[in-house]
């Protein structure tokens, strides 16, 4: 497997193509294993959960944070999957979601300036890393800004 990182994105590429009979249009609809063999003892062991939805878990959770689907490529050699950057969707215009998942944040930040990230999280019910990336707009527009350390600190709205 290689890894690269850029300035706008994140490229994962894995030798091999996919497994006989599978196209790229079958990607997140079905599944099936490289190894069976090593599947079927991995299954009985209960050690393999949600078979065949990685794919769909991924797009989903990109959508949940407002992020474009990846781009995934294949041919007889290599698998490789695309992410656009998060910290480039920052410095994009927001979209209305992220203006008011950030206008929510800070109504809940300003009666309990000890708020976490997972409280916040779960009372929104958006995904962590969804408030993590607002915070981080609200901090870069100077809304927000944190007191203390990230444990045992407290946030605080800027008028």
Do not use: C
């Not at 480039?88 to 929510?104: A, F, G, I």
């Not at 999280?121 to 408030?131: F, G, N, P």
């Not at 990336?133 to 946030?155: A, F, M, S, T, Y």
């Amino acid at each position: 497997m290689q890894i690269h990182i850029f300035s706008d994105r994140l490229e994962i590429s894995n030798p091999g193509s996919l497994v006989g009979g599978m196209e790229l249009k079958d990607l997140g609809k079905r599944s099936v294993p490289r190894n069976p063999l090593i599947f079927g003892m991995l299954y009985r062991m209960n050690l393999v959960e949600h078979v065949g939805s990685g794919i769909k878990r991924i797009k989903e959770a990109l959508a949940e944070d407002g992020l474009p689907e990846p781009v995934l490529e294949v041919d007889e050699h290599w698998f490789s999957i695309t992410f656009v950057r998060a910290s480039l969707q920052l410095e994009q215009p927001t979209v209305k979601m992220s203006e008011k998942t950030s206008e929510k944040i800070l109504h809940l930040i300003a009666p309990n300036s000890s708020i976490t990230i997972s409280e916040l999280s779960a009372t929104l019910d958006v995904a962590a890393r969804t408030i993590e990336r607002n915070i981080e707009k609200l901090r870069v527009q100077h809304r927000i800004r944190q007191v203390g350390p990230d444990k045992g600190g407290h946030w605080e709205v800027v008028d």
